[in-house]
């Protein structure tokens, strides 16, 4: 294994692959690959790499918060690589690795700012109770035609036919196949990045797919999708294409989801959803109890964007409350019909946009203080969840405002991050604010 390589010996495999850079990166707040490109002989000899604090803090405009919370003197965190992520870049023109990096204080904790140390310190918790949750994304994305212009909507590409697809295409293989040269492509690139897929669809919108990748460890699942959708960006440029993962990205389309299944097991491998002799136990009932109670404060991670919330849409297989039912699609928390060690759950409430390591992380964490402090969920709901309230923030500036108010999302998650965060997306709401849309030039105009 890479981890277990001398430095030696190391040098020696990037010397052999003709490897001249190494690809040292992280994932910042929204989820977007950010770091450095080292040599590789530097990377073999782990020679020290640092970065601006700030960095992980980006916002998606490029701006970064001055809240005090940010130390004026903007010092740097080392980056450290996780040696087990270290694989050859599948779409580089020339010979290149990438390795995922954590963010380190000089101090030598982890960096509270950075997305990937979040999600660490949730799972730290569950392994002092002796407890190792399994997650599994599923992971819905669009590919489009190429967009120069940003006023332009996104379209769909022409396929082998030599047209454009129309849409209602649910499940069509023929349509999976029409973009053969990208999923080939693509298919290569995540085997060369050991990700681990099981099925591929094609959904309910025009040009829509889902992949669903295999469920295992929390921080392997999050490493896994922040490569998966940085690969698909990557690949589908080569060809012409855009993989857009925005949670709404084409007016009457569908949206896309990044649907979450999570168990938990005991030092034993025992999923302790399911008793011994296969009935469901009380924990799993207080785990779903916890998504209930906490998921309303944490939501702004869950949809970060101001275009998330165009997701939520009643009876568009998007959640807008957080009832839960045995096989129902239409409830935010969904428990699947399986086998006592499969036993789970899946948390529908996600957008594809969002950040995959600080959703597992919230997920997760609500989870486990469900178990900790004995909460009761609801009564399972029967039908069609849509006939229920819309109990979820509607807007970005709700969910903002909400996760400002709560207590709870700085005990879960971690204080200097959430603080940090709403930083970030206060900026984020301004610089939205500012902008004048298409919708007030077609519509107000006439009447000014």
Not at 32 to 59: D, T, V
Not at 195 to 208: K, N
Not at 222 to 234: I, P, R
């Amino acid at each position: 294994m890479t981890a277990m390589l001398t430095p030696d010996d190391l040098l020696e495999r990037l010397r052999r692959d003709g490897v001249r850079d190494v690809e040292c990166i992280f994932p910042d707040v929204s989820g977007y690959p950010r770091g450095k490109l080292m040599p590789a002989q530097s990377f073999a000899q782990g020679n020290e790499l640092r970065i601006a604090q700030a960095i992980p803090m980006q916002c998606v405009t490029g701006e970064y918060s001055y809240d005090p919370v940010f130390p004026d003197a903007d010092p740097d965190v080392r980056l450290q690589p996780d040696m087990a992520t270290l694989q050859r870049v599948p779409w580089s023109s020339t010979p290149r690795y990438l390795a995922i990096h954590d963010c380190m204080e000089l101090t030598g904790e982890r960096c509270a700012f950075a997305p990937r140390s979040v999600l660490q310190m949730v799972i730290e918790r569950y392994q002092a109770q002796g407890l190792t949750p399994i997650v599994a994304p599923e992971i819905e994305f669009y590919i489009t035609a190429a967009n120069s212009d940003p006023n332009e909507p996104l379209r769909p590409p022409v396929g082998r036919s030599g047209r454009a697809e129309v849409g209602q295409s649910a499940f069509s293989l023929n349509l999976l196949n029409d973009l053969a040269p990208f999923w080939d492509e693509f298919h290569a690139a995540i085997d060369v990045l050991g990700i681990g897929s099981d099925t591929w669809i094609h959904e309910v919108g025009t040009a829509q797919y889902e992949i669903n990748l295999r469920h295992g460890n929390a921080l392997t699942a999050a490493d896994q999708t922040f490569l998966f959708k940085y690969a698909a960006k990557e690949v589908a440029l080569r060809h012409g294409l855009n993989a857009v993962f925005m949670a709404k990205p084409i007016a009457g389309e569908a949206g896309s989801s990044m649907h979450l299944h999570q168990s938990v097991v005991d030092a034993t491998g025992r999923n302790i959803f399911s008793q011994p002799d296969g009935r469901g136990d009380e924990r799993l009932g207080q785990y779903i109890a916890g998504l209930q109670s906490y998921t309303p404060d944490l939501m702004l991670i869950y949809a970060p964007f101001i275009n998330s919330y165009r997701r939520y849409v009643t009876g568009s297989q998007a959640p807008i409350n957080l009832h839960w039912g045995h096989d129902n699609r239409t409830a935010g928390l969904r428990v699947p019909v399986s086998a006592p060690a499969a036993r789970r759950v899946e948390n529908r409430v996600a957008g594809a946009d969002a950040n995959p390591y600080l959703v597992i992380a919230a997920s997760l964490a609500a989870g486990l203080a469900g178990m900790d402090e004995r909460l009761q969920p609801t009564e399972p709901i029967e039908g069609n969840g849509y006939d229920r309230s819309h109990d979820l923030p509607r807007t970005f500036a709700q969910a903002l405002e909400q996760m400002a108010r709560s207590a709870s999302s700085q005990r879960l998650l971690h204080p200097r991050f959430i603080k940090a965060y709403l930083s970030v997306k206060a900026l984020e709401d301004d610089s939205y604010q500012r902008e004048i849309s298409a919708w007030e030039r077609r519509i107000l105009l006439p009447l000014a």
